[in-house]
């Protein structure tokens, strides 16, 4: 059971270090990881071409959703993903996945759980996953899961073509949940904690362009759902509620950080806490995401 991990990447060296060393130690299960890089100046080749832990294509892309559609055809793994340069893996993440879809065969398309930290590593609250559903994907403002914690088997992309459209610079990832959803593809949600998300200040999902493509996005949205779209997020939050979303236990987790990029170094979560503080507009994720309702 083989695992290709894709990460885009420009100008993102000390994020891309510690994504990279996440992958690399998920020795308990084979895996590739295929680093897209769109010709970085900032010292990120000087290093990346000749680190053996990863396949390293330097090219010039259309964009983030260019670079990964360009690994997943290249990836040569039984089940695909995506990690961009601000995420990682916690320990045994792929190991954890892995054994979900033994568990579960007829499932196409995995969800798991994300802990979002800030630039030093430190907690700043849970991102648990859901199923995600046409009204709420569509007009919602966010998404019901991390593209880091966001796994799919081959098929998914062999017989039902569901690559990302490269038209799109930020909410790539929106438009193609929406597709995912109308295929009909079997999902299903692994309600364990995969993946971490860094907050580095720095996320696309500040940017003017993300803006404008929320408006865009929004306005593409049947009418009937726009005018809908208070009670479709409280029906979100209600499936949150159901889920046990708002609730949690203490727990530790082990990441890399710019101050232990070689060893993982263990936080531990004395409060869970589903509350996103960053005072940001919200959007939909791109890896790079906003609070859930």
């Not at 199923?131 to 007009?139: G, M």
């Not at 049947?222 to 509620?241: E, I, T, Y």
């Not at 101050?259 to 531990?268: G, I, K, L």
């Amino acid at each position: 059971m083989t695992f290709s991990i894709v990460t885009p990447s420009y100008r993102n060296s000390e994020w891309l270090k510690l994504c990279v060393a996440s992958v690399a130690d998920q020795t308990e299960v084979p895996h590739e990881h295929i680093v897209q890089d769109a010709g970085s100046e900032d010292g990120t080749l000087d290093w990346l071409t000749r680190d053996p832990r990863v396949a390293a294509f330097v090219e010039k892309d259309r964009g983030m959703y260019d670079a990964v559609n360009r690994g997943w055809r290249r990836a040569r793994g039984e089940f695909l993903a995506y990690l961009n340069c601000d995420e990682q893996y916690l320990p045994g993440a792929l190991k954890r996945v892995a054994d979900f879809f033994a568990r579960c065969p007829e499932v196409e398309v995995v969800f798991s759980d994300s802990v979002v930290v800030d630039a030093q590593g430190r907690y700043g609250c849970d991102r648990r996953a859901l199923a995600p559903q046409l009204w709420h994907s569509q007009v919602s403002g966010t998404l019901s899961f991390l593209t880091a914690a966001l796994f799919l088997r081959r098929r998914v992309l062999d017989q039902h073509g569901l690559f990302f459209d490269e038209n799109w610079r930020d909410l790539g990832d929106a438009e193609w949940t929406v597709r995912l959803v109308k295929s009909g593809l079997r999902m299903a949600v692994l309600p364990e904690f995969t993946s971490v998300f860094t907050e580095t200040g720095q996320n696309m999902n500040l940017g003017a362009n993300a803006a404008r493509e929320r408006l865009q996005f929004l306005a593409s949205a049947p009418w009937g759902v726009r005018v809908l779209r208070s009670l479709v997020v409280a029906h979100f939050r209600l499936r949150r509620w159901r889920a046990g979303h708002y609730r949690g236990r203490p727990y530790d987790y082990a990441i890399f950080t710019r101050a232990s990029p070689a060893v993982r170094r263990s936080f531990h979560v004395s409060r869970p806490t589903f509350r996103w503080t960053r005072p940001a507009p919200a959007s939909l994720p791109s890896g790079r995401p906003p609070p859930a309702g």
